[in-house]
T-cell receptor
Framework: LAKTTQPISMDSYEGQEVNITCSHN???????ITWYQQFPSQGPRFIIQ???TKVTNEVASLFIPADRKSSTLSLPRVSLSDTAVYYC????????????FGGGTRVLVKP | GAGVSQSPRYKVTKRGQDVALRCDPI?????LYWYRQALGQGPEFLTY????????KSGLPNDRFSAERPEGSISTLTIQRTEQRDSAMYRC????????????FGPGTRLTVT
């Protein structure tokens, strides 16, 4: 499984856009990029998944450049409730099985 | 609909005792996963099942840990002769198909070994 690198923490303010970049230099051709969110005392929650270019859903956008060696999760207009740990994961869709979580990025949204 | 449930939510046991942690996945979900999460760290994969078949148990730390899913639904993670280092949050997740992507996590069982 490809290794991922993301910032340990980020601070933001309510109403701002938060962008978290994840590096995955060794991503394989069949790998997908998946982001999870985890609030304190809860299990991780799937946010978004993509393979290339841009994916958008009601929660976030995921930008993936052509070389796919990095990806950026964009959270528009964050609120205090978006304070959480965000994990970037890379893995082969067809492989199923394990998700390999790194340390994640702790995002603190301030009033 | 109901999400993934786990029981007990909290378990305190003495060193050397056996414990059994239960996971009830979302109805119809084929795959079931067990993770362990230490405070301040991301979840660590332990094992996973497709239906009743254990597909990968490479993450189980040692032979004191075992898991089963006999009827392809509810799963039990058993830790024999518990040690203090086994203390952690144990999380279960399930997914609709055998694919990396959207796994639904339960609330976890906080295990404390004294």
């Amino acid at each position: 499984l490809a290794k991922t690198t993301q910032p340990i923490s980020m601070d933001s303010y309510e109403g701002q856009e938060v962008n978290i970049t994840c590096s995955h230099n060794n991503i394989a051709t069949n790998d997908y990029i998946t982001w999870y969110q985890q609030f304190p005392s809860q299990g991780p929650r799937f946010i978004i998944q993509g393979y290339k270019t841009k994916v958008t859903n009601e929660v976030a956008s995921l930008f993936i450049p052509a070389d796919r060696k990095s990806s950026t999760l964009s959270l528009p207009r964050v609120s205090l409730s978006d304070t959480a740990v965000y994990y970037c994961l890379v893995g082969e869709e067809a492989a199923g099985n394990k998700l390999t979580f790194g340390g994640g990025t702790r995002v603190l949204v301030k009033p | 609909g109901a999400g993934v449930s786990q029981s007990p939510r909290y378990k305190v046991t003495k060193r050397g005792q056996d414990v059994a942690l239960r996971c009830d996945p979302i109805s119809g979900h084929v795959s079931l996963y067990w993770y362990r999460q230490a405070l301040g760290q991301g979840p660590e994969f332990l094992t996973y099942f497709n239906y009743e078949a254990q597909q990968d148990k490479s993450g189980l730390p040692n032979d004191r840990f075992s898991a089963e899913r006999p009827e392809g639904s509810i799963s039990t993670l058993t830790i024999q002769r518990t040690e203090q280092r086994d203390s952690a949050m144990y999380r279960c997740a399930s997914s609709l198909e055998d694919r990396v992507g959207e796994q639904y996590f339960g609330p976890g069982t906080r295990l404390t070994v004294t």
